[in-house]
């Protein structure tokens, strides 16, 4: 049986400690006398038309991961669902709901008050998967709750209030989301976890360099970094310390999960979070699946406390107690701006259990990039391309770490995916296909224009006026291993100086792309280079990483035609077959009809 715990939940002004309940099961499971209820049968819905919308919103990462399709309900105590008075004057309510298909079922209450004493529970039918229990710990000013899934079409909510409650409690659901594509103990045996792409790699596999051992700070990384739900989708984020190394509740992720450019998201304090998802045996760039984890750490509600989409941050507090049992790890941060030299990311790609992935070269900074769907540009580092792994739609929010360990970004968008070319030139599913992915800058996040509590990150992260630039992850600095460096310029341009990108190779200098907008075109000019003319081959990917055009040339010029593109970001990858090399070039494509 699959018991999984809760930590309850608390508002952060409430000041009362949530703990860790381990109920063995409901009330009901041990009375016979029950009356019967009658299940609740949610409506249909048009799945096929959301498949499609996914197969084209998945490729867009500037967005939650969907998973569900959010049912409106009307259901509560005292117009649905069955009372039960037992012999000792408890009461117990139980409601049934039905939705033909599901993978699993989540829920969202908006209202939740029960007295203390009283429980709720989440189980499914044939009682493999339970969900509890949530008590008056998870009461909040706003009433809201958000559950996490439980597996299956047919699932029980079970409120039990004792006789000597001091009020009566008050539940109300107002929505039911219907998992179609969600993560099932059912399906581990027969595929692989969620539904990121092959050239993924978990958690637990191998990123240490040559000359690095990252392999130490990602274990404790790794430990920081959670999957969320927002109704019917997910994102992901991280644990970020601040200079009181006090652990705050405080989590980073992508403004663009909140804003619900797609129509996904939900009221923070109905999210649910889930820690430590983590594959005891990796799966490394591989077609074999991942297996599920041993354990299952979730909570729920969040209260905002920053966003902006200047460099499309999102700062929230996780509104209960985290657990010390629980080993979590709080990251540290790097506000200067200066280039690392690498980069990686911890993420959870289309809601799948944890992954990871590096880029052995500097990142790049990119000025007002445009990303995907966002409406606004974004100050961004570039991730030019992933040497192990990659990210995909619900990496959203992800952090970026450099090389020692320190976020110094999260995930708005970019065109990375899985499925590249090999040397023969054959399409593979285990490796990626080399485009770029795009960061909002820490930096950036720190203070803005109009700095202030609801829009930089100073406040929270730095709350005695410390002026540090560099913050280590919590058990670093509890250990001793602070970093000291000091910036008066708070906010402003406190990043540092400009990055400037590496120079070419030789060979590829002489190879120039260009747009000519009165043409709608794209030209590689391919230019003599001591008697000799790259053989090239060339593709061009749209901002959601799906190839619309590719050839090969070896003339002065090699013109495609964008006449009939879309307007948007492009990005071109060329690779020279005669010495080797290969670069991608961003092109903004303007076809005005």
């Known amino acids: 049986?699959?018991?999984?715990?809760v930590i309850l939940g608390l508002f952060i002004v409430l000041g009362v400690n949530a703990q860790v309940t381990n109920e063995k099961s409901p009330v009901s499971w041990g009375k016979s006398s029950l009356r019967k209820s009658t299940p609740v049968s949610m409506k249909s819905f048009d799945l096929n038309k959301l498949r499609v919308e996914d197969a084209k919103n998945d490729l867009d990462k500037s967005g939650p991961w969907r998973f569900g399709y959010e049912l409106k309900v009307n259901l509560g105590l005292n117009?649905?669902?069955?009372?039960?008075?037992?012999?000792?004057?408890?009461?117990?309510?139980?409601?049934?709901?039905?939705?033909?298909?599901?993978?699993?079922?989540?829920?969202?209450?908006d209202t939740f008050k029960i007295p203390e004493g009283a429980k709720m529970f989440l189980y499914n039918n044939d009682r493999t998967d339970i969900l509890g229990a949530y008590t008056h710990t998870f009461n909040r000013p706003d009433k809201m709750l958000g559950t996490w899934?439980?597996?299956?079409e047919n699932v029980w909510i079970e409120y039990y209030e004792p006789a000597s409650a001091k009020f009566k409690g008050e539940l109300h659901l107002s929505k039911v989301v219907h998992g179609y594509r969600s993560v099932t103990d059912a399906q581990i045996q027969s595929k692989a976890l969620g539904d990121s792409g092959n050239c993924n790699q978990d958690v637990d596999c191998p990123v240490s360099g040559a000359s690095d051992n990252f392999d130490d700070l990602k274990d404790r990384l790794k430990r920081s970094v959670a999957l969320f739900i927002l109704g019917g989708g997910t994102c992901t984020g991280t644990l970020i310390n601040n200079t009181d190394n006090d652990r705050k509740p405080y989590f980073l992720s992508a403004n663009h999960c909140f804003e619900d450019i797609n129509g996904i998201g939900s009221s923070p304090s109905t999210w649910a979070f889930r820690f430590n998802w983590v594959s005891p045996n990796p799966s490394c760039a591989t077609t074999d699946p991942s297996t599920n984890g041993a354990f299952d750490q979730t909570t729920s509600g969040a209260t905002i406390l920053a966003r902006n989409s200047r460099s499309d941050f999102m700062l929230v507090n996780i509104d209960s107690e985290l657990p010390d049992e629980w080993d979590l790890e709080w990251a540290g941060w790097d506000r200067t701006g200066d280039a690392p030299s690498f980069t990686v990311g911890i993420h959870h790609p289309s809601g799948d259990i944890m992954k990871v992935a590096r880029d052995n070269n500097p990142a790049v900074k990119e000025e007002q990039a445009p990303v995907g769907g966002l409406v606004a540009p974004v100050d961004s580092w570039q991730?030019?391309?992933w040497d192990l792994g990659v990210t995909e739609r619900g990496s959203s929010g992800s952090a970026l770490f450099d090389q020692n360990g320190r976020i110094i970004g999260q995930l708005a968008g970019g065109g990375a995916a899985c499925g590249g070319r090999d040397a023969a030139g054959n399409f593979v599913t285990t490796i990626d296909n080399g485009l770029p992915d795009l960061y909002g800058r820490?930096?950036?996040?720190?203070?803005?224009?109009?700095t202030g509590d609801t829009n930089s990150l100073v406040s929270w992260l730095d709350p005695n006026d410390t002026k540090r630039t560099k913050l280590n992850m919590l058990s670093q600095e509890l250990n001793g291993e602070t970093s000291t460096e000091q910036n008066d310029i708070v906010c402003g341009n406190g990043e540092g100086p400009p990055v400037v990108e590496p120079e070419p190779d030789p060979l590829t200098r002489e190879l120039v792309i260009f747009?000519?907008?009165?043409?709608g075109d794209i030209t590689i000019s391919n230019a003599v280079v001591e008697d000799v003319r790259a053989d090239l081959k060339y593709y061009v990917y749209n901002i959601s990483g799906m190839l619309v055009d590719s050839g090969s040339s070896s003339q002065d010029e090699e013109v495609i035609d964008m006449s009939s593109k879309s307007s948007g970001m492009y990005f071109v990858r060329v690779e020279n077959n005669t010495d080797g090399s290969k670069f991608t070039r961003k092109v903004i494509i303007n076809n005005r009809k």
Request: hydrophobic share 40%.
């Open 442 to 450: 820490f930096g950036v996040s720190w203070c803005s224009e109009s």
């Open 515 to 519: 747009f000519n907008p009165s043409r």
């Open 79 to 109: 117009n649905s669902g069955t009372w039960d008075r037992l012999s000792n004057g408890d009461r117990v309510w139980r409601i049934n709901i039905v939705s033909k298909g599901a993978l699993t079922m989540n829920f969202v209450f």
């Open 1 to 5: 049986m699959n018991i999984r715990l």
């Open 149 to 152: 899934m439980i597996e299956g």
């Open 383 to 385: 991730v030019g391309d």
